[in-house]
Each structure stands twice: as structure tokens, then as C-alpha cells.
Nanobody, 118 residues
Framework: VQLQASGGGLVQAGGSLRLSCVVS????????IGWFRQTPGKEREFVAA????????KYADSVKGRCTISRDVWKNTVYLQMNSVRPDDTAIYYC????????????WGQGTLVTVSS
């Protein structure tokens, strides 16, 4: 399986950004595609995930109400729409394939940097 993340960049606080993750192949037993983020010196943290079948979603409290995760099964792409971004959203964002919403992530894309200026 390969995951290709894109869409990061520099955005002002309060602005919006959409990240994309193109998924090539899904191994058996991995039912979710998720977005995580990481800043220097901190562990990678869960942001949001979507189950490929059914499209149900889960969000971290820190982004609930500001971010929307969705998937386009025809394009094999998962999106993370980020609205009302804040400086503390600044991080490298990774998409991954997991066994469920927030567990069993064994496959990762290369990451895309999001920088929010105040």
C-alpha cells in the first residue's frame, strides 16, 4: 500500500486548507484512513479518521467542529478540510492506513507541512 499526502502550505490563522491523501492499495484488515500530525519533540497525534467502507468518521477534540474528513472511493482519496486554522495546528500532517480509527496504523505517507501564521 502507498499513501501520498499533499496540500500543505502556509495559511493565515482563521483561514482554510484542504489536505489530500491518495491511497494505492489497501491491505486486508486495514479499515480506516486517518490523519495524524506531529511537531518537533512531540509524539504523532491523532487528528481524524474515516472508515473506507461506510464513511463513518472520528475526530480529535482539538479539531472537532473545525475539520472535516471525507473520502472519495472513486479517486481513492481521503481529504482533510481544515477551517478556522490556528497557530497550534502547525505541524507535519501524515496520512496512514489503520486497522480502526485510532489503532493499528502500520502504513504511512510521507507527510505534508502545514504552517499557520498568526
Amino acid at each position: 500500500v502507498q499513501l501520498q499526502a499533499s496540500g500543505g502550505g502556509l495559511v493565515q490563522a482563521g483561514g482554510s486548507l484542504r489536505l489530500s491523501c491518495v491511497v494505492s492499495g489497501r491491505p486486508f484488515g486495514y479499515y480506516a484512513i486517518g490523519w495524524f500530525r506531529q511537531t518537533p519533540g512531540k509524539e504523532r497525534e491523532f487528528v481524524a479518521a474515516v472508515r473506507w467502507t461506510g464513511g463513518t468518521t472520528k475526530y480529535a477534540d482539538s479539531v472537532k467542529g473545525r475539520c472535516t474528513i471525507s473520502r472519495d472511493v472513486w479517486k481513492n482519496t481521503v481529504y482533510l478540510q481544515m477551517n478556522s486554522v490556528r497557530p497550534d495546528d502547525t505541524a507535519i500532517y501524515y496520512c496512514g492506513a489503520g486497522r480502526d480509527y485510532n489503532e493499528g496504523y502500520d502504513y504511512w505517507g510521507q507527510g505534508t507541512l502545514v504552517t499557520v501564521s498568526s
